[in-house]
């Protein structure tokens, strides 16, 4: 699996100033307050082992979004979606109902 996740990467990897723009958005940016006021259905997925954005976040994250639906998937990581495609593909089809 991290053979192809290099691979697959390797083939449009991020420039390295395109990386450092991103870093400083996230960094700079926070709508934090104004979560609050999002009223349209919101799905929130993290990995319980993910160590670059602990899911500790998306609790924090979906707390403030009313009637936000949180989904911990068990042994993801930050690259969840790579480690569990299907589980998270049907965790977005319930979502949106289909």
């Given at each position: 699996?991290?053979?192809?996740?290099?691979?697959?990467?390797?083939?449009?990897?991020?420039?390295?100033?395109?990386?450092?723009?991103?870093?400083?958005?996230?960094?700079?940016?926070?709508?934090?307050?104004?979560?609050?006021?999002?009223?349209?259905?919101?799905?929130?997925?993290?990995?319980?082992?993910?160590?670059?954005?602990?899911?500790?976040?998306?609790?924090?994250?979906?707390?403030?979004?009313?009637?936000?639906?949180?989904?911990?998937?068990?042994?993801?990581?930050?690259?969840?979606?790579?480690?569990?495609p299907r589980?998270?593909?049907?965790?977005?089809?319930?979502?949106?109902?289909?």
């Amino acid at each position: 699996m991290i053979e192809d996740i290099v691979q697959r990467y390797s083939i449009a990897p991020t420039p390295p100033r395109a990386f450092a723009s991103q870093l400083q958005g996230i960094m700079s940016w926070s709508d934090y307050p104004r979560l609050g006021e999002l009223f349209v259905p919101v799905l929130v997925i993290t990995g319980d082992q993910d160590i670059l954005i602990p899911p500790e976040n998306s609790s924090i994250l979906a707390e403030a979004i009313p009637g936000c639906r949180l989904v911990v998937i068990p042994g993801g990581t930050h690259g969840a979606i790579a480690q569990f495609p299907r589980d998270i593909a049907n965790e977005i089809l319930n979502f949106l109902d289909v």
